[in-house]
């Protein structure tokens, strides 16, 4: 037995005796979806034989989990204070082990247009793009097609492809309803991929293939609307490159645990640019990142116990 194996051993042992919770829910618009992963994650942990419950995250979360004695927690939240580094702040409070990214790195990858400014500073490709404010109306200063989103928000919620001057007041409309704070990006045309990344273990890249011009929320989470090519068919040398981009983005965020980051290599270009990073990615039967996990031959239980196990363990 390696040292790496009489570690994992040790701290499988550790968390048999401890009690988990599944934090799920939330306050996102993303509740839906986070209540799918929580319960996937629930049933795979006690197949295993952990002391695993369930916790609707609401107001009252932090008592809860001190009423019911719970001592690790695995994060099933997306999107909102689920993912911007607020519940990993209150669980570093209380301190309590929790699965993923730490705070830092949470709320960086969270606000998508906080995460370009960081890519661009570090050198990484991401399309050209611009933020608006508190309702800003400004015209882009990019060349159409582009897309418009809220900038922390997931799951591709308020996102709109822009090809006609009637569309881009209606799809900042749209963004606002959703937040705050808006992203303007230079539509890249190209071939949608995604690198899941576990602890740095690199999983086989996917590729997206929606039906529709663009992969939303219908797309990802409609059985039929998508079709995910895993290991996607890239040349060896285009390959490195896109897993080198994703790797180097999780790095330089901080990222720790599981992690999926979303790109789109450039038809003419063959180069990689990154979208966003998510550091609580999906986790039900329609999720990507077991869907790369299983590809390298990691089942779903075994994917749930390497991020329970990693939990604690982070750079930042």
């Known amino acids: 037995m390696t040292a790496g194996d009489k570690q994992l ?11 988990v919770a599944v934090l799920m829910g939330g306050f996102s618009e993303e509740r839906d979806i986070s209540l799918k992963s929580g319960r996937a994650v629930l049933r795979a942990l006690v ?39 607020s519940i990993q702040g209150l669980l570093e409070i209380m301190d309590m082990p929790y699965t993923g990214s730490g705070v830092l790195a949470s709320a960086v990858a969270m606000d998508k247009a906080a995460t370009k400014v960081f890519l661009n500073y570090h050198g990484i490709p991401t399309p050209e793009f611009m933020v608006l404010k508190d309702g800003d109306m400004n015209a882009p200063r990019l060349p159409m097609p582009f897309i418009v989103k809220p900038a922390r928000q997931g799951s591709t919620i308020g996102v709109s492809l822009v090809d006609t001057e009637g569309g ?6 749209e963004a606002y309803r959703h937040d705050s704070k808006v992203l303007v990006e230079r539509f890249i045309q ?3 991929l995604t690198v899941g990344i576990l602890d740095g273990r690199i999983f086989p890249v996917i590729e997206i293939v929606p039906r529709e011009a663009i992969y939303d929320f219908k797309a990802k989470y409609v059985k039929g609307m998508s079709e995910f090519r895993v290991p996607a068919a890239l040349e060896e040398r285009v390959e490195a490159e896109v897993k080198k981009a994703a790797f180097d983005a ?50 779903y239980e075994a994917l749930v116990e390497e991020m329970l196990l990693g939990a604690g363990v982070r750079k930042y």
Not at 10 to 15: K, S, Y
Not at 53 to 77: H, M, P, S, Y
């Open 47 to 85: 197949g295993l034989g952990y002391n695993a419950v369930t916790i609707t995250v609401g107001r009252d979360v932090a008592f809860r989990l001190k009423d019911e004695g719970i001592e690790a927690a695995f994060i099933a939240l997306h999107g909102g204070s689920g993912e911007d580094g």
């Open 168 to 173: 881009y007041n209606e799809a900042l409309k």
């Open 190 to 192: 190209g071939r949608e």
């Open 250 to 299: 999780y790095n330089l965020i901080g990222c720790s645990g599981a992690a999926r980051v979303d790109m789109v290599m450039e038809d003419k270009l063959n180069t990689p640019h990154i979208l966003e990073v998510n550091t609580v990615p999906g986790m039900t039967d329609l999720s990507l990142f077991p869907m790369a996990a299983a590809s390298a031959g990691v089942g």
């Open 9 to 19: 051993d040790a701290r499988r042992t550790l968390f048999k005796t401890r009690k």
